[in-house]
């Protein structure tokens, strides 16, 4: 029996091996997660143990996510960008307050940066994955401004800046 | 508001099939309005809500699907082409997807009974969530589909309504 051939590269792969716009959208969108990843590990050290565990699991999805970024760029001949050292944050965190605006504000960029992936590609499979990025930071930045005194808890428009 | 331009209906995609924007418009409109009639039920009905911060809540919920609404309608006004001469483009959609779409978006009252503060906050918000439910999953199952530049618009207002499920239930 012969081998079958190796399957051919996802549309979405193709996409991201030829559209430099959706490559480079895609690319921002994990350098989003790689920050995200390493502003949880921060401010997680300033939140009290009912909100350690939340914080936690968004770490643990935000980790998720900048794997399998990285694997479908990898697997399209895209090298994904490597995480930074460090991350120059909007805020000091000192306390519960600034740790939670730290969360908000890493999950608005990522917001942002899987909206404007929707605007830079047209394979229905990236779409879906741009959407998940989209939706799943909104949720996450509007479950920490709900535990703040920040507003909107929820943006009109997640990830329009 | 504007009404919806015929034109939104009968280009749709380029291939005579109703933009979706034209459905996912009505039913903010339609969502906005349910969710003003639920919040009024709270804050005047005969039991008020013991909540009053869910009402404020699920105003919120009210305003950001009427802005869904005003924005979509703005793409839709922005890509119809100009209307023929001697004609009026119509305030609301015809044909039988959007006479369908618009009977659905007749405001009704919803059915809440507040018997007790308790049972009508629990039902409001339940409607509510329901709401947003079905908003999210309309305008994610089109967001693959759809030209870049509608692709992001709705892709937000869906990451709205289920943050705002999330945050709600």
């Known amino acids: 029996m012969k081998p079958s051939p190796p399957p051919g590269p996802s549309p979405e792969n193709r996409e991201l091996a030829t559209a430099s716009d959706t490559a480079a959208a895609v690319q921002a969108a994990l350098g989003t997660e790689h920050a995200a990843v390493w502003c949880y590990g921060l401010l997680v050290a300033f939140l009290p143990p009912a909100l350690d565990r939340l914080a936690r699991q968004d770490a643990t999805a935000h980790r998720a996510r900048r794997d399998f970024i990285s694997r479908t760029l990898a697997d399209a001949g895209v090298p994904p960008i490597a995480a930074e050292p460090g991350y120059r944050t909007p805020n000091t965190v000192v306390d519960q307050a600034s740790a939670i605006h730290l969360a908000i504000s890493a999950e608005a960029d990522a917001a942002a940066a899987w909206r404007s992936v929707l605007e830079r590609c047209d394979d229905p499979a990236l779409r879906r994955v741009a959407l998940e990025g989209l939706t799943d930071a909104a949720v996450r930045g509007a479950q920490w401004a709900a535990r703040s005194e920040t507003a909107p808890v929820v943006p009109t428009f997640p990830g329009r800046t | ?169």
């Open chain 2, 1 to 169: 508001m504007a009404g919806l331009p015929l034109a939104g209906v009968l280009a749709g995609c380029g291939r005579g099939q109703p933009d979706p924007l034209v459905a996912l418009t009505i039913q903010a409109r339609s969502d906005a309005t349910r969710i003003d009639t639920i919040v009024q039920v709270l804050r005047t009905g005969s039991t008020p809500s013991t909540d009053p911060a869910l009402a404020d809540a699920l105003a919120a919920v009210a305003d950001a699907r009427r802005t869904h609404a005003e924005a979509l309608a703005v793409e839709l006004a922005d890509e119809a082409p100009p209307p023929l001469q001697g004609t009026v483009p119509n305030a609301e959609p015809t044909g039988p997807t959007a006479k369908q779409s618009t009977a659905t978006a007749r405001p009704t009252a919803p059915s809440i009974e507040p018997t007790a503060p308790i049972s009508a906050a629990d039902t409001a918000l339940t409607s509510v969530l329901a709401v947003l439910d079905k908003a999210h999953q309309r305008a994610a199952a089109v967001v693959p589909s759809l030209p870049r530049s509608h692709a992001a618009l709705v892709g937000s207002i869906a990451a709205c309504c289920a943050a705002y499920r999330a945050v709600l239930h």
